[in-house]
């Protein structure tokens, strides 16, 4: 007879391999939180929300702000999708996170940036109003921040024609001693010491 938990365990860790497999890079990452984009704003909205709703239902979209948010869902600790009938948070496991996303295009200069923040919740059982969780927290577990970082960077890709091409800096003058360094001038010579007088 075989043991639930450990069945159980092992269907934990190959979904916590499949999530880490399946993640961005950190520079793609990176790239995407550092991204600005220029074109219509409301072009760039648009695309954005079409985006976060290939994997998300929304819950709020306001085009004036040029923001939206992600209906919340529940996950158990371990970051699987966790149910509730009803609406009744009394059924997903003890400290199941809720997470929602909010996504926002904020003007940069002449271009735009994109944010995408959670706001998270933590159920204890037992108690009947879960914990507020800040993004700071040392207990958000990893793969909440993931999924974070997931949307931005699909975001990130379905803007990416948008994408302003940073021009990259000058290097500086190279200095003494470094390879391909023009070598310093010779120093002055000192002037021949006087003779010494005739006596």
């Known amino acids: 007879m075989r043991n639930p938990k450990v069945g159980r365990l092992f269907a934990v860790l190959f979904a916590s391999l499949a999530l880490v497999a399946c993640g961005p890079s950190s520079k793609e990452m990176a790239g995407a939180k550092s991204a600005r984009y220029k074109g219509d704003k409301l072009q760039l909205f648009a695309l954005a ?3 976060t709703e290939a994997k998300y239902k929304l819950q ?5 702000a040029l923001g939206f948010q992600t209906e919340g869902r529940w996950y158990t600790p371990e970051g699987l999708a966790a149910s509730e009938r009803s ?5 997903v496991p003890d400290r199941s996170v809720n997470e ?3 996504v926002q295009l904020v003007p940069d200069g002449d271009a735009y940036v994109v944010t995408v923040k959670p706001v998270m919740l933590r159920y204890f059982a037992g108690r009947p109003n879960p914990d507020q969780l800040t993004e700071d927290d040392p207990s958000v577990p990893g793969w909440a921040h993931g999924k974070v970082d997931n949307l931005a960077v699909d975001i990130h890709e379905a803007l990416k024609q948008f994408e302003v ?4 800096a000058m290097l ?6 470094a390879p391909g360094a023009t070598p310093p001038a010779p120093a002055p010579a000192s002037p021949a010491p006087a003779p010494a007088p005739a006596q």
């Open 87 to 91: 609406g009744d948070m009394r059924d």
């Open 60 to 64: 709020k979209s306001d085009e004036v």
């Open 172 to 177: 500086p003058a190279p200095t003494s001693g």
């Open 100 to 102: 929602v996303l909010v």
């Open 49 to 51: 929300k079409a985006a």
């Open 165 to 168: 091409k940073t021009v990259p």
